[in-house]
């Protein structure tokens, strides 16, 4: 199956500083890279959509410009988590599609905010 | 919301068929039903998905009823790899409504 990476895996940052997660599809071009948060003990959470040079969807409930998504290229997107905060404090995993195909997920992006 | 319901936990015997319900009684005619898992603190991992039709490869079969109001995805022989949270979601193969919508999933404990 396609390949989709994350990085860091995992970042702890102080409360007020900015902390950003990139995640690459690493053997194909991917026309959608989708964002999700996960609590413990609960399920993935999506925040929003990226499709390659134009700006991210976000969901109902999720801060655009708290949330910054940026979608590059086709096998690169970021989201920049702006002044973090304890409530913050989550894993984040991306996925990336190509068109009409499955969804590939990264392994996941633990942040602790202190 | 979910458009699936699966039951919160499961348990199965190393080397024994793991079979995993869902229902999908609202299931469209244009959508699939796709399969992922997530070990603890990893992605999701796609599995299998399936129109109408059942599905087979190297991870899992998919069983879909005929009126498709519900699937079974079989995992032949299970080890204690398999020890996941499985969710079943529907999904159309293309259109805008394409994002994946995560239920609370099964919880499948494979014992030794």
């Known amino acids: 199956g396609a390949v989709v990476s994350q990085h860091p895996s995992w970042v702890i940052c102080k409360s007020g500083t900015s902390v950003k997660i990139e995640c690459r599809s690493l053997d194909f071009q991917a026309t959608t890279m989708f964002w999700y948060r996960q609590f413990p003990k609960q399920s993935l959470m999506l925040m929003a959509t990226s499709n390659e040079g134009s700006k991210a969807t976000y969901e109902q409930g999720v801060e655009k410009d708290k949330f910054l998504i940026n979608h590059a290229s086709l096998t690169l997107s970021t989201l920049t988590v702006t002044s973090a905060h304890p409530e913050d404090s989550s894993f984040y995993i991306c996925?990336?599609?190509?068109?009409?195909?499955?969804?590939?997920f990264g392994p996941g992006t633990r942040l602790t905010v202190t | 919301d979910a458009k699936t319901t699966q039951p919160p936990s499961m348990d199965c015997a190393e080397g024994r068929a793991a079979n995993l319900p869902c229902n999908h009684s609202t299931i469209s005619g244009n959508e699939y039903v796709y399969w992922y898992r997530q070990i603890h603190s990893q992605g999701p991992q796609y599995i299998i998905h399936?129109?109408?039709n059942n599905e087979t490869n190297e991870m899992a079969s998919l069983i879909i009823t005929e009126d498709r109001k519900s699937s079974t995805l079989i995992l032949p022989h299970a080890t204690l790899r398999d020890t996941a949270v499985y969710y079943c979601?529907?999904?159309?193969?293309?259109?805008?409504?394409?994002?994946?919508?995560f239920g609370s999933g099964t919880q499948l404990t494979v014992l030794p």
């Open positions: 996925s990336a599609q190509r068109e009409n195909a499955e969804q590939y």
């Open positions: 979601i529907v999904r159309p193969l293309s259109g805008s409504a394409r994002q994946l919508t």
């Open positions: 399936g129109l109408k």
